[in-house]
């Protein structure tokens, strides 16, 4: 399958998930052109705020291969992957994505993922979110890293 026609699959997904109550995101993981792992957002119905369509699709893959090691496989998306799904595809180790509509095309719906990757190129402190280091006296942060 080409990539327009996994693309157009997606839409198709996210179309279905929209007609159950749910909001209108797709995904799915392929390797060697074969579906390892398909995910819809499922938000509304969990309550889970991280189940966007990638995550999900993401959590299947690595369920049907047996690793969270995912290179070599490409993501397809109904939307731009959000800067959350972005930080997942990264840490699965897959580096091709395609998607169907743009984060400056979903703004029209919602602009939520537009003004989160504007917000990212702040500096740390002009964020809404503040992030700040708290290290307790005596207590080294890094232990857990260098316990055995
Ligand atoms: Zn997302």
């Known amino acids: 399958m080409s990539h327009q026609e ?3 699959r997606c839409i198709d997904l996210a179309t279905e998930n929209r007609a159950h109550g749910q909001a209108p995101f797709a995904a799915l993981v392929v390797q060697n052109g074969k579906v390892v792992g398909k995910g819809v957002n499922d938000v509304k119905a969990t309550n889970d705020l991280t189940g966007h369509a990638e995550i999900r699709a993401l959590q299947a893959a690595a ?3 047996g690793s969270r090691r995912l290179a070599g496989c490409v993501l397809y998306t109904s939307c731009e992957p959000c800067p959350m ?3 997942a595809i990264y840490w699965s180790g897959i580096t091709q994505v395609y998607y169907g509509l743009s984060i400056a095309g979903q703004a029209e719906f919602s602009d939520l993922p537009q003004r989160q990757y504007a917000e990212f190129r702040l500096a740390a402190q ?3 979110v503040q992030a700040l280091q708290a290290s307790p006296d005596g207590v080294d942060p890094r232990r857990p890293f260098l316990a055995k």
Request: charged residues 25%; hydrophobic residues 35%.
């Open 6 to 8: 996994w693309i157009a």
């Open 63 to 65: 369920r049907q291969t």
């Open 85 to 87: 799904c972005l930080g």
């Open 126 to 128: 002009e964020r809404s």
